[in-house]
């Protein structure tokens, strides 16, 4: 599916640019939403949590989902820590998460 976008090992200062460029290229296209696969992602920063947040803004004035898969628990446990569960729609696997975009 072109709506899917995969981490590296780290969502940090490094990558979050490239990430937010390629996810806003998702949510211009006539896809229902962006699924985030974090399944190669051991390690993600404020920098990476505050471009996500920044997609999921864009998302909603597109009226378009984001959805995360693969969440490892490291990464979980940021989520958790931040509260930012609340926030965005999560999977445990890519198969759920295409599921759900597709409703």
């Excluded at 899917?4 to 940090?12: F, G, N, Q, S, V």
């Excluded at 962006?34 to 998302?59: C, H, M, N, P, R």
Aim: proline letters at 4%; hydrophobic letters at 50%; glycine letters at 4%.
């Amino acid at each position: 599916m072109e709506n899917i976008l995969k981490i590296a090992e780290r969502l940090d200062l490094g990558n979050a640019d490239v990430f937010k460029k390629e996810a806003v290229a998702v949510l211009d296209s006539p896809s229902p939403g962006l699924l985030v696969d974090f399944s190669e992602t051991k390690f993600i920063d404020s920098i990476g949590l505050g471009a996500l947040v920044s997609i999921l803004k864009q998302s909603a004035q597109k009226r378009k989902r984001v959805v995360l898969a693969n969440l490892s628990p490291q990464v979980r446990q940021i989520f958790e820590l931040t509260r930012l569960y609340r926030l965005f729609e999560i999977f445990p696997n890519v198969e759920d998460a295409e599921a759900a975009l597709a409703e």
